[in-house]
């Protein structure tokens, strides 16, 4: 069984300050861990993945993100927020079962970043 | 990445009426799955639909409400019947990419009066 909690729904920064959007997952598999973006009356863009490997992922726009198993953790950040990155941003965990992907993404509940001028 | 197109992007209906969304991929893909956004909250997973066999629901999706068709490997449709108010939605197509990622399109949104 797999879940995603997003803690804060709502996250409010000023232009050029630290964005950190937290994530934590339960996985009873090896987890494969995504963030999404979702501009308003958009779909959903993948920003960035873990699937094995290194555990820091860097994605577009300049996000990051860093897979902490001890701590259950991928937690998403960008050194200098943009008021272009104001967004509803998902994380989403799944898991390799056997020889492929659950291809389930369960998604979190969101979090809605507002970027102050 | 594949890309994904859905028609229709929105519509308002009445009550009682059923509304077919329309999912087309540029590439074949084997799996698509049909995922519904409630304003305000996550994506849930309606059904995965597989061509050439019926689709498979989660919990608390039946195929009376949402039938799916998938005739090949490059299009699907979801149906939302009977409507109601409840049913005002987002609902999102997507496809599965080689590492487990999915791609969406656009979204369908729905409002039902």
């Known amino acids: 069984a797999q879940s995603v909690t997003q803690l804060g729904s709502h996250v409010s920064v000023s232009e050029g300050a630290l964005v950190l959007l937290r994530c934590n997952y339960s996985?009873?598999?090896?987890?494969?861990l995504f963030w999404y973006v979702q501009y308003p009356n958009q779909g959903l863009q993948l920003l960035l993945k873990?699937?094995?490997?290194?555990?820091l992922v860097k994605g577009i726009n300049g996000f990051e993100a860093e897979f902490k198993k001890s701590e259950t953790s991928f937690h998403l950040t960008k050194p200098s927020a943009h008021m272009s990155d104001a967004a509803e941003y998902f994380c989403?965990?799944?898991?390799?079962?056997?020889?492929?992907?659950?291809?389930?993404?369960?998604f979190g509940t969101g979090t809605l970043l507002a970027v102050q001028p | 990445s594949a890309v994904i197109s859905q028609k229709p992007s929105r519509d308002i209906c009445q009550r009682g009426t059923s509304l077919t969304i329309q999912c087309q991929v540029d590439s074949q893909v084997t799996m698509m799955f049909w995922y519904r956004q409630q304003p305000g909250q996550s994506l849930t997973l309606i059904a995965t639909a597989n061509q050439g066999s019926e689709a498979t629901y989660e919990s608390g999706f039946v195929i009376d409400k949402f039938p799916i068709s998938r005739p090949n490997l490059t299009f699907s449709t979801l149906t939302v019947s009977n409507m109601s108010p409840e049913d005002s939605s987002i609902y999102l197509c997507?496809?599965?990419?080689?590492?487990?990622?999915?791609?969406f399109g656009e979204g369908s949104r729905l409002t039902v009066l």
């Open positions: 997507s496809v599965v990419g080689q590492n487990g990622e999915l791609f």
């Open positions: 873990y699937t094995t490997g290194a555990t």
């Open positions: 989403a965990v799944s898991g390799w079962m056997g020889g492929g992907a659950t291809n389930k993404l369960i």
């Open positions: 996985s009873s598999v090896p987890p494969y």
